[in-house]
Nanobody, 124 residues
């Protein structure tokens, strides 16, 4: 398994949750990483990205100020801290490894590897 996402669950509106994505070193160390999500009946959307060294972070407007992406290159892991969760954040969350070292790629085609997804459900 190249990417393994975890940390999803059922929470209430206003709660926090942290997602983790463990990657193999080969696809992690020099690549940008990102989190996408897909709600029922909707397309998969970019929500946060980070460059290979963590120097650049990028967010969709819908999560800016509430979510924080970070990475630990020693552990080959990328995180998504989600605060002040809303019911509209309910979705399957996917981590992805970019084909390049940058981090602000909104296009799914920029990503070569995908995790299996972890479900986040936010109740009102």
């Amino acid at each position: 398994v190249q990417l393994q996402a975890s940390g999803g669950g059922l929470v209430q509106a206003g709660d926090s949750l942290r997602l983790s994505c463990a990657a193999s070193r080969r696809i992690f160390s020099n690549n940008g990483m990102a989190w996408f999500r897909q709600a029922p009946g909707k397309v998969r959307e970019f929500i946060a990205g980070i460059s290979w060294n963590g120097g650049g972070t990028y967010y969709a407007d819908s999560v800016k100020g509430r979510f924080t992406i970070s990475r630990d290159n020693a552990e080959n892991t990328v995180y998504l801290q989600m605060n002040r969760l809303k019911p509209e954040d309910t979705a399957v969350y996917y981590c992805a490894a970019a084909r390049r070292s940058g981090g602000g790629f909104y296009d799914r085609n920029e990503y070569a590897y995908w995790g299996q997804g972890t479900l986040v459900t936010v109740s009102s």
